[in-house]
């Protein structure tokens, strides 16, 4: 328990976590868990809660009649209502279960993950109750935590709460997301950038109609007017205070922004020294002055500016940058990109070029942005140099809020509060005497920032405002951004007090600042949770990250070796390797400590772990490209990443079981991303011309990520490369497909299985494909059906050819094997004739799925296995509770066989969802070699029946045994003639 803090108020300082000799462990009751490991702790906590709701219900005025009778129960309407409210419950629950699975370690796309346990319990009480955080009256409670929630991130990222130490004193709150708060942040910095105009021009009113300042004497408002601002001056060429009268409209586009927070209130309390006045007035005053009521075109033609302010971001920032320009009316022009370094971090020495360029111009600036962790790169900026760059252009009359993004990267910082010591990151020795009991016991090692990240971490609260997402790396649900300012007034001058939400000086609410209006007080409550039980320290989610960023790092190290040296495509990183190590030695220590090898193995081997500490992205979402070897055209890598992000996507429509892994596919744009772009595509062997790059994205959100599963990983998208370089090289071609699960004569049901007939000197034809198809008319059917019989008869294999469909040479996806089985383009069908058949007759299938799809391995690399492997698949009639069950021959090193049976009944313990996604069996007792006698290839299963192993539910090695109905294939897969 962290919360040193009472909920209902507290000094907000951000709780730590609690400290465990094996800190590893304290994650597992944080998170429900990719198998729902957690799901009984789930549903009795939340059944803990609704039954306290319920209590409060009941005693909320408890003498108050009950609505809903038990009359009104017994009726039809009642009953008839509440079953159409499960039955569509129940449908939108089958319907959902085709989402994306965020919750497995197979999801490594975008950044999203799993939600803490915590948050989401918080996020479900609070939602009970419907609080709405726009005003304190609807929301007593939540408003309370979303103020908490604002103090607890604003302390964690090293801002000042407390009053008493010293000012200025920060203030956060909770948005919709990182955009949002990205553009209130622009907001809030252009508004005060107009601010000391505003008040200078208030003290100078002398409208007749209004008489403005009528309330106020002539010598009162000279002692405004006197007030004093540090601006620079430009006979003296230093800062220094000079009275607000005297000052010139570019000193006033230039004033600090903790002088702006108190230039209204400051000049008020000169003027009271004099004589008492109503200050609303005054403040009336200013606001018809300021840029909310002028607009920026006025305030343009008022003080006759000829520039439009402008903003800096990264080349690489984030869409909500430009979209909050376009939205404030400045414009798109007055974004102003800098360039990146080749680490794609921002060029401080071009930003230096821009701001000279602005201050020579007398050209207004509003922010200067730093990124702190890009969604793209995992680049952090170095905002201790840019802030220290603010400071010189400050001296020199240029001045600028300094604007944070870390909605992906905020909860960084919580890896350098509280330092791991070495119950968190074991030593050497701890590991040898630990290696004795730790088989698995969800060790995963906490892994550094890099000590360039560090720094910048530790320099993030120079920045006057910094957006973080709790719902990224805070691991919340959504909606759940947020925004801090590191003063806190910063705040009132993006605030519109309405009556319906604001109800004095005193009232805490929260809608009447920033853009929203309504906004749930269940996302401040389940962050507020999360937080209180993880912590924001290293001990909790620095934690998390911490392992994360370790499950970066050893990703990194799959994507540099996963491509061997006779494969047809490359696999480069967009960070190059670390200082010291060239791509060969690199690779080599990967090879021989770090892939497939166990953690605790890893992380005894000093030059392993040495290794690891400086290789990788800066804040775990690894970039990388796929390209064809000896590939230059970066159109062609282009076509090829599409395919890849395809593949590993799951769109509308698409069936979820069959992504067994999903990976962001995005762009690097060419102008943007400048010199270190070019020379990435000089690593990928690509021209460095002016083409954007397509590029795959992996986050390592996943903080129990072993490192055999990330090599299995590699293994697995090592096969999805070589799938979707058929399906941009195969042209199109006449394929074979063989009978190997007939019609159900039990149910009334038209589909089949087939298997592709594989022949490897045709390239378009080294392939293992197994498909389930529906042949679409009762006639064709009976067609069929006689087919089959025909064949068995003649003792053939029941074949079937494709007929091409129409199509054009200069279609972008061509109707080869890989389009039609997969894309849309085709409607899911294609036309086959009966090969066997004297009358060639063609029907029509559809595709109902398509449990194996696997181009041939042609890697001299490739072994025979130890034992015999086997593709089991099929299905199950639901109705009459029979299935049907097929074992295919793994195709391996070649020379091998293609040998597809049929079996009597399904595998005892192979259960039905895993017979229908299908598994890869080892026949016991069965060499791996093919069975050759003399010259002759032999089928390997000579008897009826034999053991195999399989991996079954909860990674469980489960052995039974197969009882064999009928061989439907027997081919031998010969190697490549030529």
Same mark, same amino acid.
């Not at 730093?370 to 790169?377: L, N, P, Q, Y």
């Not at 603010?390 to 870390?406: I, M, P, Q, S």
């Not at 053939?796 to 494709?802: A, C, R």
């Given at each position: 328990?962290?919360?040193?803090?009472?909920?209902?108020?507290?000094?907000?300082?951000?709780?730590?976590?609690?400290?465990?000799?094996?800190?590893?462990?304290?994650?597992?009751?944080?998170?429900?868990?990719?198998?729902?490991?957690?799901?009984?702790?789930?549903?009795?906590?939340?059944?803990?809660?609704?039954?306290?709701?319920?209590?409060?219900?009941?005693?909320?005025?408890?003498?108050?009649?009950?609505?809903?009778?038990?009359?009104?129960?017994?009726?039809?309407?009642?009953?008839?209502?509440?079953?159409?409210?499960?039955?569509?419950?129940?449908?939108?629950?089958?319907?959902?279960?085709?989402?994306?699975?965020?919750?497995?370690?197979?999801?490594?796309?975008?950044?999203?993950?799993?939600?803490?346990?915590?948050?989401?319990?918080?996020?479900?009480?609070?939602?009970?109750?419907?609080?709405?955080?726009?005003?304190?009256?609807?929301?007593?409670?939540?408003?309370?935590?979303?103020?908490?929630?604002?103090?607890?991130?604003?302390?964690?990222?090293?801002?000042?709460?407390?009053?008493?130490?010293?000012?200025?004193?920060?203030?956060?709150?909770?948005?919709?997301?990182?955009?949002?708060?990205?553009?209130?942040?622009?907001?809030?910095?252009?508004?005060?950038?107009?601010?000391?105009?505003?008040?200078?021009?208030?003290?100078?009113?002398?409208?007749?109609?209004?008489?403005?300042?009528?309330?106020?004497?002539?010598?009162?408002?000279?002692?405004?007017?006197?007030?004093?601002?540090?601006?620079?001056?430009?006979?003296?060429?230093?800062?220094?205070?000079?009275?607000?009268?005297?000052?010139?409209?570019?000193?006033?586009?230039?004033?600090?922004?903790?002088?702006?927070?108190?230039?209204?209130?400051?000049?008020?309390?000169?003027?009271?020294?004099?004589?008492?006045?109503?200050?609303?007035?005054?403040?009336?005053?200013?606001?018809?002055?300021?840029?909310?009521?002028?607009?920026?075109?006025?305030?343009?033609?008022?003080?006759?500016?000829?520039?439009?302010?402008?903003?800096?971001?990264?080349?690489?920032?984030?869409?909500?940058?430009?979209?909050?320009?376009?939205?404030?009316?400045?414009?798109?022009?007055?974004?102003?990109?800098?360039?990146?370094?080749?680490?794609?971090?921002?060029?401080?020495?071009?930003?230096?070029?821009?701001?000279?360029?602005?201050?020579?111009?007398?050209? $207004?600036?509003?922010? +200067?942005?730093?990124?702190? %962790? /890009?969604?793209?790169?995992? @680049?952090?900026?170095? #905002?201790?140099?840019? =802030?220290?760059?603010?400071?010189?252009?400050?001296?020199?009359?240029?001045?600028?809020?300094?604007?944070?993004?870390?909605?992906?990267?905020?909860?960084?910082?919580?890896?350098?509060?509280?330092?791991?010591?070495?119950?968190?990151?074991?030593?050497?020795?701890?590991?040898?005497?630990?290696?004795?009991?730790?088989?698995?016991?969800?060790?995963?090692?906490?892994?550094?920032?890099?000590?360039?990240?560090?720094?910048?971490?530790?320099?993030?609260?120079?920045?006057?405002?910094?957006?973080?997402?709790?719902?990224?790396?805070?691991?919340?649900?959504?909606?759940?951004?947020?925004?801090?300012?590191?003063?806190?007034?910063?705040?009132?001058?993006?605030?519109?007090?309405?009556?319906?939400?604001?109800?004095?000086?005193?009232? $805490?609410?929260?809608? +009447?600042?920033?853009?929203? %209006? /309504?906004?749930?007080?269940? @996302?401040?409550?389940? #962050?507020?949770?999360? =937080?209180?039980?993880?912590?924001?320290?290293?001990?909790?989610?620095?934690?998390?990250?911490?392992?994360?960023?370790?499950?970066?790092?050893?990703?990194?190290?799959?994507?540099?070796?996963?491509?061997?040296?006779?494969?047809?495509?490359?696999?480069?990183?967009?960070?190059?390797?670390?200082?010291?190590?060239?791509?060969?030695?690199?690779?080599?220590?990967?090879?021989?400590?770090?892939?497939?090898?166990?953690?605790?193995?890893?992380?005894?081997?000093?030059?392993?772990?040495?290794?690891?500490?400086?290789?990788?992205?800066?804040?775990?979402?690894?970039?990388?490209?796929?390209?064809?070897?000896?590939?230059?055209?970066?159109?062609?890598?282009?076509?090829?990443?599409?395919?890849?992000?395809?593949?590993?996507?799951?769109?509308?429509?698409?069936?979820?079981?069959?992504?067994?892994?999903?990976?962001?596919?995005?762009?690097?744009?060419?102008?943007?991303?400048?010199?270190?772009?070019?020379?990435?595509?000089?690593?990928?062997?690509?021209?460095?011309?002016?083409?954007?790059?397509?590029?795959?994205?992996?986050?390592?959100?996943?903080?129990?990520?072993?490192?055999?599963?990330?090599?299995?990983?590699?293994?697995?998208?090592?096969?999805?490369?070589?799938?979707?370089?058929?399906?941009?090289?195969?042209?199109?071609?006449?394929?074979?497909?063989?009978?190997?699960?007939?019609?159900?004569?039990?149910?009334?049901?038209?589909?089949?299985?087939?298997?592709?007939?594989?022949?490897?000197?045709?390239?378009?034809?080294?392939?293992?494909?197994?498909?389930?198809?529906?042949?679409?008319?009762?006639?064709?059917?009976?067609?069929?059906?006689?087919?089959?019989?025909?064949?068995?008869?003649?003792?053939?294999?029941?074949?079937?050819?494709?007929?091409?469909?129409?199509?054009?040479?200069?279609?972008?996806?061509?109707?080869?094997?890989?389009?039609?089985?997969?894309?849309?383009?085709?409607?899911?069908?294609?036309?086959?004739?009966?090969?066997?058949?004297?009358?060639?007759?063609?029907?029509?299938?559809?595709?109902?799925?398509?449990?194996?799809?696997?181009?041939?391995?042609?890697?001299?690399?490739?072994?025979?296995?130890?034992?015999?492997?086997?593709?089991?698949?099929?299905?199950?009639?639901?109705?009459?509770?029979?299935?049907?069950?097929?074992?295919?021959?793994?195709?391996?090193?070649?020379?091998?066989?293609?040998?597809?049976?049929?079996?009597?009944?399904?595998?005892?313990?192979?259960?039905?969802?895993?017979?229908?996604?299908?598994?890869?069996?080892?026949?016991?007792?069965?060499?791996?070699?093919?069975?050759?006698?003399?010259?002759?290839?032999?089928?390997?299963?000579?008897?009826?029946?034999?053991?195999?192993?399989?991996?079954?539910?909860?990674?469980?090695?489960?052995?039974?045994?197969?009882?064999?109905?009928?061989?439907?294939?027997?081919?031998?897969?010969?190697?490549?003639?030529?």
């Amino acid at each position: 328990m962290h919360s040193q803090t009472d909920p209902m108020d507290k000094n907000g300082s951000a709780p730590l976590g609690d400290r465990y000799s094996d800190q590893w462990k304290a994650l597992s009751a944080w998170f429900l868990g990719p198998r729902a490991e957690n799901s009984e702790v789930f549903l009795d906590t939340f059944q803990e809660i609704f039954k306290e709701h319920v209590r409060m219900r009941k005693n909320y005025f408890p003498s108050d009649p009950a609505y809903i009778t038990q009359e009104m129960k017994s009726s039809e309407p009642y009953k008839s209502e509440i079953s159409d409210m499960k039955e569509e419950l129940m449908r939108m629950h089958q319907e959902m279960e085709q989402n994306v699975p965020f919750f497995s370690p197979r999801y490594q796309a975008h950044m999203v993950w799993d939600v803490s346990m915590p948050a989401l319990l918080g996020y479900m009480s609070a939602m009970l109750f419907n609080q709405n955080n726009v005003d304190s009256a609807g929301s007593p409670v939540t408003t309370m935590y979303e103020k908490q929630v604002g103090q607890q991130l604003c302390s964690m990222l090293g801002y000042n709460i407390s009053p008493e130490e010293r000012d200025p004193v920060a203030w956060g709150h909770i948005t919709g997301g990182g955009s949002v708060a990205n553009i209130e942040a622009l907001w809030a910095s252009r508004n005060i950038k107009f601010e000391p105009l505003a008040v200078k021009a208030a003290l100078l009113d002398e409208d007749p109609e209004v008489g403005a300042l009528t309330f106020l004497t002539e010598e009162q408002i000279k002692a405004g007017l006197r007030t004093p601002l540090m601006v620079f001056n430009k006979e003296s060429q230093i800062r220094e205070p000079t009275p607000l009268k005297h000052c010139t409209t570019w000193q006033l586009l230039n004033v600090d922004v903790d002088e702006i927070c108190d230039l209204t209130d400051n000049v008020i309390a000169r003027m009271k020294r004099i004589y008492q006045f109503p200050e609303k007035k005054f403040k009336d005053l200013v606001d018809k002055e300021n840029i909310i009521s002028l607009g920026l075109p006025g305030i343009l033609k008022k003080y006759n500016l000829n520039h439009v302010p402008v903003y800096t971001v990264p080349a690489n920032n984030h869409y909500s940058w430009p979209k909050a320009g376009t939205i404030l009316g400045l414009g798109s022009n007055a974004l102003h990109p800098i360039q990146l370094d080749t680490n794609f971090r921002q060029d401080v020495e071009h930003l230096r070029e821009v701001l000279e360029n602005f201050l020579e111009n007398e050209i $207004p600036v509003i922010s +200067v942005v730093a990124v702190m %962790g /890009s969604t793209e790169e995992s @680049a952090v900026d170095p #905002i201790a140099e840019i =802030h220290a760059l603010r400071e010189e252009f400050k001296e020199r009359g240029l001045n600028f809020t300094l604007l944070a993004d870390g909605a992906w990267g905020g909860y960084f910082k919580t890896m350098i509060i509280d330092k791991p010591t070495a119950d968190t990151m074991p030593d050497k020795r701890r590991l040898i005497r630990a290696s004795s009991k730790l088989k698995f016991d969800g060790f995963v090692p906490y892994c550094e920032l890099s000590p360039y990240v560090q720094k910048q971490y530790g320099h993030i609260q120079l920045a006057d405002a910094i957006s973080i997402d709790p719902h990224k790396s805070g691991f919340c649900p959504y909606p759940g951004g947020s925004l801090c300012y590191r003063n806190g007034k910063m705040r009132f001058f993006v605030a519109l007090y309405h009556p319906d939400a604001y109800h004095g000086e005193g009232d $805490p609410s929260m809608g +009447v600042y920033g853009i929203e %209006g /309504s906004k749930p007080g269940a @996302a401040p409550a389940g #962050i507020l949770m999360s =937080h209180n039980v993880i912590g924001l320290s290293n001990r909790g989610y620095g934690r998390i990250l911490g392992q994360c960023t370790a499950t970066a790092k050893l990703f990194y190290s799959m994507w540099l070796t996963v491509a061997r040296e006779d494969d047809p495509f490359v696999c480069v990183p967009l960070q190059n390797v670390p200082d010291g190590y060239d791509h060969l030695s690199a690779s080599k220590l990967i090879k021989d400590k770090i892939a497939y090898t166990p953690i605790m193995e890893i992380f005894r081997d000093p030059e392993a772990v040495k290794f690891l500490k400086l290789c990788g992205p800066d804040t775990m979402i690894n970039t990388f490209v796929v390209n064809f070897r000896d590939n230059d055209d970066v159109n062609k890598s282009n076509k090829l990443q599409v395919a890849l992000g395809d593949a590993m996507s799951i769109f509308v429509g698409t069936k979820a079981s069959r992504i067994p892994l999903m990976i962001m596919q995005t762009g690097l744009n060419a102008q943007s991303h400048g010199e270190g772009l070019r020379v990435f595509k000089k690593r990928a062997g690509l021209k460095q011309d002016d083409t954007d790059l397509n590029v795959l994205v992996n986050t390592c959100m996943n903080p129990w990520q072993q490192n055999e599963s990330i090599s299995e990983i590699g293994d697995l998208f090592r096969m999805i490369v070589l799938n979707c370089i058929g399906r941009i090289e195969d042209s199109v071609v006449k394929h074979k497909f063989v009978l190997s699960g007939s019609f159900d004569d039990e149910a009334d049901d038209r589909s089949i299985f087939i298997e592709y007939l594989t022949d490897t000197d045709v390239s378009e034809h080294q392939y293992q494909v197994s498909l389930k198809v529906e042949v679409e008319s009762l006639t064709d059917v009976h067609k069929v059906k006689e087919y089959i019989r025909f064949c068995t008869d003649q003792n053939m294999m029941t074949m079937f050819e494709t007929v091409t469909p129409s199509y054009n040479n200069t279609d972008e996806d061509i109707p080869n094997l890989y389009n039609i089985l997969h894309l849309n383009n085709w409607d899911q069908r294609f036309s086959v004739k009966l090969a066997n058949n004297l009358e060639c007759d063609i029907i029509s299938f559809k595709i109902l799925d398509v449990p194996r799809y696997q181009r041939l391995d042609m890697s001299t690399t490739v072994n025979y296995p130890e034992k015999q492997q086997y593709f089991i698949y099929g299905d199950t009639n639901r109705n009459h509770g029979n299935h049907r069950a097929i074992m295919s021959h793994v195709i391996t090193q070649l020379p091998d066989i293609q040998h597809t049976v049929t079996l009597i009944r399904k595998p005892h313990s192979l259960t039905e969802i895993m017979l229908e996604q299908g598994v890869v069996a080892e026949v016991e007792m069965v060499e791996g070699t093919p069975l050759i006698v003399g010259e002759e290839f032999r089928q390997p299963l000579q008897r009826e029946s034999y053991e195999v192993g399989f991996v079954g539910e909860l990674n469980t090695r489960i052995n039974t045994n197969i009882h064999i109905a009928e061989t439907r294939i027997f081919n031998v897969v010969q190697l490549p003639t030529v």
